[in-house]
C-alpha cells in the first residue's frame, strides 16, 4: 500500500503543470471578447459576451452590465481578438526533426521513447491556439497516434483533440525508409501494400485499430526532369486506391491523399480521396475536378520554405522548384474556389517554430486574412465532419476558445502570438490583457 501510495503522489506530482484549470461541473463562466472573429461571418463583432456552460458555449451576444449572472466566472479579454480554437489538419506528432533525421527515429528511437515525446509535445498546440489537430500518420510508429489521443481524451495530458490516420498507406518502393542493402529489414514510414485486396485489408486493420481517417500516398520522390518541370513517382494504382476508399467510406470515414502532381494526383482525384495534402503542382484539368467532388486541399505551405538542400544539388533543385511551383499552385485552386483547410504539416521542422507561421504563407499567396482564419475554423471543421461543434464562436460549440493581443485581420502575424486558450471549457493559458 505504501508503494502504491508513494507512485500515485510522484505521478501526480509529475503531471501536475500539464493539467488545466478545471472549471466545477456544469460552471459558468462569461468571456468578454473586445473583438470577436466568430470563424463564420465575414466581419468581427465588437464587445461581445460569450457565455460557456460546463464544456458548451451557450450564447453569444452584445456585451451588456448583465452579461455575466450571479456565481459566474468572468474572463476580460476586452482588450484582445477572440477567436474560435484553431485546427490543424495535417500534423505528424510523432515526429521530431531536432537531433535526429527520418532514419534514425525510425531505427533507434522505440515507439514508447516516441509516444512519450507526443504527450509532450501535444502541449505545443494548446499553448499556441490550436485546441484539435488531424495527425495523418505516425511515421513508423504503428498505432502510437490513438494511445496518445486517449491519453488526452482521459485527461492525463493537456493536448488537442485529435483526429488519427494511424499508419498509413503506400505501395512497395513508395515510401521511406530506402537505400539499403536488399537483404536489411528495415521499418518503413507507412504500411506497404501492393494490389487491391492488400490494401483493403490495411485499410481495415487500420480502422479497427482506431483510425479516424485513412492517410494514402499516392506520389513518393520528387525531382525536377529533364525539361525544368516538378516529377513524381507515382505509387497506388487506381483499383487499389478504389479498394482503400471504399472501404473506408464504407466505415463512414474519410481518406486523405499526399499527393504533389501527375499521376499521382490524378489517381487520387479518379479514386475519390475527400482531401489532397500538398497539392504542389496542380494542374487545370485536376483543379475543376476538385471543385467538382468537393475535394478539400491542405496546401502546407511551410515546409517547403522551411529548409533547402545546398544550391546546384539535384536535392536543392528540387527543393527550390517544389516551393516555384507551390504558390502558383495555390493561387490557382482559390481563384476556382477549391476548399481549403489549414494544415502545417507540423513535425516536418522543428517545435520551436510558431505554427500559426502558415497564415502569413497562405495570405501572400491571395488568401484574405479571414479566409485564412476560416480554414484554420470553420472550413477545418466542415473537412472533419464537425460543423456547428468545432471552430466557431456560436451557441452549442464545444467551448474551444482563443484570444491574441492584436489584430490578424490587419496582421495575420498576430496569431503567433495566442494569450488565451480555453479548449472544452477549460482554461489551459491566460495572459491576455484587459482593457
Known amino acids: ?62 456585451w451588456s452590465a448583465s452579461s455575466a449572472s450571479a456565481g459566474a466566472t468572468v474572463i476580460d479579454l476586452s482588450g484582445a481578438t477572440v477567436l474560435p480554437g484553431m485546427i490543424d489538419a495535417h500534423t505528424h506528432i510523432l515526429l521530431d526533426p531536432a537531433g535526429a533525421d527520418y532514419d534514425e527515429q525510425l531505427l533507434k528511437q522505440s515507439v514508447a521513447f516516441r509516444a512519450a515525446r507526443a504527450t509532450a509535445l501535444a502541449g505545443r498546440f494548446l499553448e499556441q491556439g490550436f485546441t484539435t ?50 537483404d536489411v529489414d528495415v521499418p518503413h514510414g507507412a504500411q506497404l501494400i501492393d494490389g ?47 479498394a482503400v476508399v471504399d472501404e473506408a467510406h464504407g466505415w463512414g ?7 504533389y502532381n501527375g499521376v499521382g494526383l490524378h489517381r487520387a482525384l479518379d479514386g475519390r480521396c475527400d482531401s489532397i495534402e500538398h497539392g504542389l503542382d496542380l494542374d487545370d484539368d485536376a483543379v475543376a475536378q476538385m471543385v467538382r467532388q468537393g475535394t478539400w486541399l491542405v496546401p502546407t505551405m511551410m515546409p517547403y520554405f522551411y529548409e533547402w538542400a545546398p ?32 494544415g502545417t504539416d507540423a513535425g516536418s521542422f522543428p517545435w520551436s517554430e510558431p505554427l500559426a507561421k502558415e497564415f502569413a504563407y497562405m495570405v501572400k499567396e491571395g488568401m484574405a486574412p479571414m479566409a485564412a482564419i476560416q480554414s484554420a475554423t470553420s472550413r477545418s471543421a466542415e473537412m472533419l465532419g464537425m460543423t456547428g461543434t468545432l471552430g466557431v464562436v456560436a451557441a452549442g460549440a464545444d467551448a474551444d476558445v482563443v484570444a491574441v493581443t492584436g489584430d490578424p485581420l490587419a496582421n495575420v502575424e498576430a496569431l503567433e502570438k495566442v494569450s488565451f486558450v480555453m479548449k472544452d471549457g477549460k482554461v489551459y493559458r491566460n495572459v491576455a490583457p484587459a482593457r
Open 1 to 62: 500500500m505504501r508503494r502504491t501510495a508513494v507512485l500515485g503522489s510522484f505521478f501526480f506530482a509529475a503531471t501536475l503543470p500539464l493539467v488545466a484549470q478545471a472549471p466545477k461541473a456544469e460552471s459558468v463562466t462569461v468571456i468578454r471578447a473586445g473583438s470577436l472573429i466568430d470563424g463564420t461571418s465575414g466581419a468581427p463583432r465588437r464587445d461581445q459576451a460569450i457565455v460557456v456552460r460546463g464544456g458548451r458555449i451557450e450564447s453569444v451576444g452584445a
Open 133 to 182: 489537430i488531424r495527425d495523418v500518420e505516425t511515421e513508423g510508429a504503428g498505432y502510437a497516434d490513438v494511445g496518445v489521443k486517449q491519453a488526452i481524451e482521459r485527461g492525463y495530458v493537456a493536448g488537442p483533440r485529435m483526429f488519427v490516420c494511424t499508419r498509413a498507406i503506400s505501395s512497395t518502393g513508395g515510401y521511406s525508409l530506402d537505400g539499403y542493402a536488399p
Open 196 to 242: 487491391p485486396i492488400e490494401a483493403r485489408k490495411a485499410a481495415r486493420e487500420q480502422l479497427s485499430n482506431g483510425a479516424d481517417w485513412i492517410k494514402v500516398y499516392m506520389n513518393h520522390r520528387s525531382w525536377v526532369d529533364a525539361k525544368g518541370n516538378l516529377a513524381a513517382q507515382p505509387t497506388l494504382t487506381l483499383a487499389e486506391l478504389k
Open 253 to 259: 470515414r474519410k481518406v486523405a491523399c499526399h499527393a
Open 311 to 342: 544550391e546546384g544539388t539535384a536535392a536543392g533543385a528540387k527543393d527550390r522548384k517544389r516551393a516555384e511551383v507551390h504558390g502558383p499552385s495555390l493561387r490557382k485552386a482559390l481563384k476556382a474556389g477549391v476548399k481549403i483547410a489549414f
